[in-house]
T-cell receptor
Framework: DAGVTQSPTHLIKTRGQQVTLRCSPI?????VSWYQQVLGQGPQFIFQ???????GRGNFPDRFSARQFPNYSSELNVNALLLGDSALYLC???????????????FGPGTRLTVL | QQPVQSPQAVILREGEDAVINCSSS?????VHWYRQKHGEAPVFLMI?????EQKGHEKISASFNEKKQQSSLYLTASQLSYSGTYFC??????????????FGTGTLLAVQP
């Protein structure tokens, strides 16, 4: 079975540009979460989408936006890039069942974004 | 509030044991443990729920102390493949379709031959 896939693998942008990152969840998973991981730190929550609706938002500026498509894939957009946006962007998918108390998140390989 | 992990780093010889701790200042619903190797994505190890039992998989196990809002990851008879950075991810509630995780500060584990 295919795991979570992300594209592109690496990306180099300059300050002020815009970037779109893509994620495909594990087949059957309807929830996608986005995390930013700066070198040497743990992942930081950006967004969560479930059934195409935003279910959670972390402490990130409005330059960050996301959406989920009918096939449950997702895009993360970042506008007006800053040097500090350089990081590994991770997508995690989970199969949420209302009656089951676990919601394990499985991470994709990430997109390494470098802002020059 | 980001959970605090201890120790920050640990070096082991193959076959030795290690304990990694994760402490939160908030009441937790669940604790998720991940291992991340350099340049790779975090890999899920196990999840512990409030009111749940201690979990284990072969030589890696974990516990969750609800009173102290602490979780510990136990690695016994460590192998070279255990090397990496261990993160705990914490959830303070189960709100149906929301599953935001707050990750800890990380513990770097290096296993030497």
């Amino acid at each position: 079975d295919a795991g979570v896939t992300q594209s592109p693998t690496h990306l180099i942008k300059t300050r002020g540009q815009q970037v779109t990152l893509r994620c495909s969840p594990i087949s059957g998973h309807k929830s996608v979460s986005w995390y930013q991981q700066v070198l040497g730190q743990g992942p930081q929550f950006i967004f969560q989408y479930y059934e195409k609706e935003e279910r959670g938002r972390g402490n990130f500026p409005d330059r960050f936006s996301a959406r989920q498509f009918p096939n449950y894939s997702s895009e993360l957009n970042v506008n007006a890039l800053l040097l500090g946006d350089s990081a590994l962007y991770l997508c995690a998918s989970s199969f949420i069942l209302w009656m089951i108390r676990t919601d394990t998140q499985y991470f994709g390989p990430g997109t390494r974004l470098t802002v020059l | 509030q980001q959970p605090v992990q201890s120790p920050q780093a640990v070096i082991l010889r193959e076959g030795e044991d290690a304990v990694i701790n994760c402490s939160s200042s908030k009441a937790l619903y669940s604790v998720h443990w991940y291992r991340q190797k350099h340049g790779e994505a975090p890999v899920f190890l196990m999840i512990l729920l409030k009111g749940g039992e201690q979990k284990g998989h072969e030589k890696i196990s974990a516990s969750f102390n609800e009173k102290k809002q602490q979780s510990s990851l136990y690695l016994t008879a460590s192998q070279l493949s255990y090397s990496g950075t261990y993160f705990c991810g914490t959830a303070t509630s189960y709100g149906g379709a929301t599953n935001k995780l707050i990750f800890g500060t990380g513990t770097l584990l290096a296993v030497q031959p």
